[in-house]
């Protein structure tokens, strides 16, 4: 099975622009979650999606926004870039048939975003 | 509300010694605790879990963990650490549908 595509693997933008980042999860999959990974801050969970369904969100502003298609596929798009947006930013599939709590997450190779 | 922390930022093991990797965790109610790995500019890869019982739990590239509830903890472990085991490590709890990360460890195998 082909893992967690990620598009693109980088980018560079200026402040105030927005962006747009793809996940394709593994076939089969239905659970997208995306996360923050930043030096200081770790790893932190911006949104879960199941079934074109937003799940769980986590403490991120809403110019952090995403949705998924019926395919599965996932887009996260942040508005008005600032500097500290500037992160790897990661994607995780599941398949989530055992509750998701327990679902073992398959992550891709990430999106690093530089904002200048 | 639930939390893990990994203690060390950095653990530095001589190649062929044994190695330790900590975690500790606090949640309502029976965890499940997971072990990534990520090695520089690829995303995490999974190497263990523990979801209920035998405590000790054995996971990919001879890694394994021992889960121990009175001492809350989930510590990594491997008997005879390899230069490739050098990367940067993330204990993971989850719970009610919320898994939370801890901060990452990173190991440094010395050849």
């Known amino acids: 099975k082909a893992g967690v595509t990620q598009t693109p693997r980088y980018l560079i933008k200026t402040r105030g622009q927005q962006v747009t980042l793809s996940c394709s999860p593994i076939?089969?999959?239905?659970?997208v979650s995306w996360y923050q990974q930043t030096p200081g801050q770790g790893l932190q969970f911006l949104f879960e999606y199941f079934s074109e369904t937003q799940r769980n969100k986590g403490n991120f502003p809403g110019r952090f926004s995403g949705r998924q298609f019926s395919n599965s596929r996932s887009e996260m798009n942040v508005s008005t870039l600032e500097l500290g947006d500037s992160a790897l930013y990661l994607c995780?599939?599941?398949?989530?048939?055992?509750?998701?709590?327990?679902?073992?997450?398959?992550f891709g190779p990430g999106t690093r975003l530089t904002v200048l | 509300a639930q939390s893990v922390a990994q203690p060390e930022d950095q653990v530095n093991v001589a190649e062929g010694n044994p190695l330790t990797v900590k975690c500790t965790y606090s949640?309502?109610?029976?965890?499940?605790l997971f072990w990534y790995v990520q090695y520089p500019n690829r995303g995490l890869q999974f190497l263990l879990k523990?979801?209920?019982?035998?405590?000790l739990v054995k996971g990919s590239y001879g890694f394994e963990a021992e889960f121990n509830k009175s001492q809350t903890s989930f510590h990594l472990k491997k008997p005879s650490a390899l230069v490739s085991d050098s990367a940067l490590y993330f204990c993971a709890v989850s719970r009610d549908d919320k898994i939370i990360f801890g901060k990452g460890t990173r190991l440094h195998i010395l050849p």
């Open positions: 523990y979801i209920t019982g035998d405590n």
């Open positions: 076939s089969g999959h239905r659970s």
């Open positions: 949640v309502s109610g029976n965890p499940y």
């Open positions: 995780a599939s599941s398949a989530r048939t055992s509750g998701g709590a327990k679902d073992t997450q398959y």
